[in-house]
């Protein structure tokens, strides 16, 4: 997803420019490109929404202490 994201964040200063210098059809063919991209970026966020979709990580009393010890700088993994 990110380097489509790229290509679009590339696309718009080109797009912006060409209109400023009252280049239409280059504007025009470069907001289709923009448009072509998001399409690909909607459908790979939706298949990876779908893929993660169903999953639940195990998460055990060892990773709370664990995550609780990092933040607090308490060793809680000792009063496990």
Same mark, same amino acid.
């Given at each position: 997803? &990110? *380097? ?6 590339? !696309?718009? *200063?080109? #797009?912006l420019?060409?209109? #400023? $210098? ?5 504007? &025009? #063919?470069?907001? %289709?490109?923009?448009?072509?991209? $998001? /399409?690909? !970026?909607? %459908? +790979? !966020? +939706?298949?990876? $929404?779908?893929? =993660?979709? /169903?999953?639940? *990580?195990? =998460?055990? =009393? &060892?990773? =709370?202490?664990? +995550?609780? &010890?990092?933040t607090? /700088?308490? *060793?809680? $993994?000792? !009063?496990?």
């Amino acid at each position: 997803a &990110a *380097p489509i994201r790229e290509a679009i964040l590339a !696309l718009k *200063p080109q #797009q912006l420019a060409a209109v #400023q $210098e009252s280049r239409f059809e280059e504007a &025009a #063919q470069i907001r %289709d490109a923009i448009r072509a991209h $998001e /399409g690909r !970026l909607h %459908d +790979v !966020l +939706v298949a990876w $929404e779908e893929q =993660v979709k /169903g999953y639940r *990580p195990d =998460v055990t =009393v &060892a990773d =709370v202490a664990s +995550v609780v &010890a990092r933040t607090t /700088g308490v *060793p809680v $993994e000792t !009063l496990t």
